[in-house]
C-alpha cells in the first residue's frame, strides 16, 4: 500500500539545514498494524507527516497505493487525503464548539455522502465507540480517554485506507492506553491498516511489526537510550 524509496527530509532556516529524514526505504502492506518507534528527535513525527502525505519529502519516491505521491500538487494531495487517509493525534483536536456528533461528522462534509447517509454512519461508529448517550454534548467537559475515542470515531468516518497515529495515547494512563489499543487492535483484526509513531515500548508492544528509528535513519534494532 505504502512505499518509499530513498526518502529524504531537510529542514531549512537562513544558511542553517538539519537532515531530519535520510534513506528512508520501507513498505507497508494493507491491513498491518505498523508501529514506527523511536526516541524523540529520531524523525518519528516527521516520517508520519510524509506518509500522510500532510508533507513532502526533499528527496526521494512516496507509492500510494501505486501513486508516486511526493510531486504532486497540493491540491491533488489534499484530494487523496481526504479520501484515502485519516490521523489520530496525541493533542486531540477536537472542536470545542461543536458537539460529540458534529465532532464525528465533520469529516464526511469533504465527501459526497447525503445527510442521511452520514448520519448511518455517525450513529453507526458512536455505538461502537460507546458514545451514543454524549451524542449532544461537548468535548472539552469530556476526560481524555473519551475525547481520543471520539478523534478515533471521526478517523473512521470516512472509511480511510490507512489510520496513521501520532503518540495517540500520549495523554493517557496505562489503563487507559490499553482500552483505547483494544480498539485499535479490533479494528485491525477487521483489516484497517495502522500506523502509528510512538516513543514508547510498552505501545510499541500492540502493533504487528515495529520500524525503529534513530536520527533519521531506519535501524536494524531499536536504540537505548
Do not use: W
Request: net charge neutral; proline share 3%.
Amino acid at each position: 500500500m505504502i512505499h518509499t524509496r530513498n526518502i529524504q527530509k531537510v529542514f531549512r532556516r537562513g544558511e542553517h539545514a538539519r537532515q531530519a529524514l535520510q534513506n528512508i526505504n520501507i513498505d507497508i502492506e494493507e491491513g498491518e498494524y505498523v508501529v514506527i518507534s523511536g526516541p524523540s528527535g529520531s524523525g518519528k513525527t516527521t516520517l508520519l507527516g510524509l506518509l500522510s502525505m500532510v508533507d513532502v519529502p526533499s528527496g526521494g519516491e512516496i507509492y500510494f497505493k501505486g501513486t508516486e505521491v511526493a510531486h504532486l500538487s497540493e491540491s491533488k494531495r489534499n484530494k487523496l487525503r481526504r479520501k484515502h487517509i485519516s490521523v489520530v493525534f496525541e493533542h486531540i483536536h477536537l472542536i470545542d464548539e461543536l458537539t460529540v456528533y458534529e465532532n464525528i461528522e465533520m469529516p464526511l462534509l469533504y465527501l459526497s455522502n447525503s445527510r442521511k447517509e452520514r448520519r448511518r454512519i455517525v450513529d453507526s461508529l458512536m455505538e461502537r465507540f460507546r458514545l451514543t448517550h454524549l451524542r449532544g454534548q461537548y468535548p472539552g467537559r469530556l476526560d481524555n480517554l473519551v475525547q481520543q475515542k471520539i478523534a478515533l470515531a471521526r478517523a473512521c468516518s470516512c472509511s480511510p485506507d490507512v489510520i496513521f497515529a501520532d503518540e495517540p495515547t500520549g495523554r493517557l494512563n496505562s489503563t487507559e492506553s490499553d482500552e483505547f489499543f483494544d480498539l485499535f487492535r479490533e479494528l485491525n483484526e477487521e483489516g484497517q491498516t495502522i500506523v502509528m509513531a510512538t516513543h514508547s515500548s510498552d505501545a510499541a508492544r500492540h502493533g504487528q511489526r515495529v520500524i525503529p528509528l534513530y536520527d533519521g535513519h531506519v535501524v536494524s534494532r531499536a536504540v537505548e537510550r
